[in-house]
Structures are given as C-alpha cells and as structure tokens.
C-alpha cells in the first residue's frame, strides 16, 4: 500500500485528545469515520476521526479512542497520510493532491523554465501555486486562466505580464 501526505499535526489542544491539523487538501479529509495514517519510526499506524472542525482555517480532530492528551502526544508534529485507496477513488479528472504539484517544475509557453513549485496555497477566491526562481516566490493562481496543462513531468502556464 502506498501512503500520501495530507496533513500535519501541529500541536495539541486541550487534555480531552483534541490536535490542531494543518490540512495539505483542498476537500475535507478528516471528516468523521475517516481513516488516516501516522507515520511513527517508519511504520503506519491507522487512526479513525472520531470528531472534527475547523477553526480559524485549521482542522481541530478527535481520534477515536484517543480522548486524552496522554494517548495522543506521540502524534505531535507529525505528518497524516491516506493510503492510496482513499486517494485513488476521490479526484475528478481536473482536479489534484497538493503533493503531486509541490515539486514540479513550471514552464510558461514558449518552454521557458520559471521555477519550481514548493507550496500550494488556499485563498477564499482560489488556490496558488507558490513557484520559487532564485530565491525569490511568486503567486500563480491555480485556475484555467493561468494553468494551461498539467503533466506528470511539468506544468505549463499562460504567464501574463507583471506574474514574475
């Protein structure tokens, strides 16, 4: 089975088991009942959400069995995986996991290397595409105006003027 990322662990919160997660998805992954993986010394270990919400744009979960702080600090910092069933059977044809974007190389259309992609970002009107060249980041929004083609190997833009 093959694990993908989707989210980290970035602190705890209370005493009742509760964790602030930093979602790396652009749909809702850690619904109720929802089976995610914690990656401990090179091992999975499967967890199901007992409870869920967001606040302020971070998920707060409840593992089931797992309503105390003592039974949940192993998790703290730690990435959240989805085995590649769950992965597999969720995306339409246009739409990606962050983890497939992050790390490929950004051309515009006439096949000039513009960066690298090392973020994706969520904003109330779209996602971006966070492309580093040199040191320096810039924002290309993620949606058909911008973003020409996606491959396995690249993604292809419609650079407009003042986007770098």
Excluded: Q, W
């Excluded at 401990?40 to 919400?53: C, F, G, M, T």
């Excluded at 992965?87 to 690298?116: A, F, I, P, T």
């Excluded at 993620?142 to 986007?163: C, H």
Aim: with cysteine; proline share 1%; aromatic share 16%.
């Amino acid at each position: 089975m093959k694990y993908y990322r989707c989210g980290t662990v970035l602190k705890t919160h209370g005493l009742k088991g509760e964790m602030k997660v930093k979602s790396y998805s652009d749909f809702d992954r850690f619904y109720k009942g929802a089976r995610i993986f914690f990656k401990i010394d090179n091992e999975y270990y499967e967890e199901h959400v007992l409870k869920s919400k967001i606040v302020e744009g971070y998920y707060m979960i409840t593992l089931e069995g797992k309503e105390d702080i003592n039974l949940i600090e192993k998790y703290h910092s730690k990435d959240i995986y989805v085995s590649d069933f769950e992965r597999l059977n969720e995306l339409e044809d246009d739409e990606y996991y962050y983890s497939d974007l992050v790390g490929k190389n950004v051309y515009n259309e006439n096949n000039e290397l513009k960066g690298v992609v090392v973020e994706v970002r969520e904003y109330p009107k779209s996602h971006y595409l966070v492309v580093r060249n040199d040191g320096k980041d810039y924002l290309v929004p993620f949606i058909k105006v911008f973003i020409k083609e996606v491959t396995k190997d690249k993604i292809v833009i419609n650079e407009i003027e003042g986007l770098f």
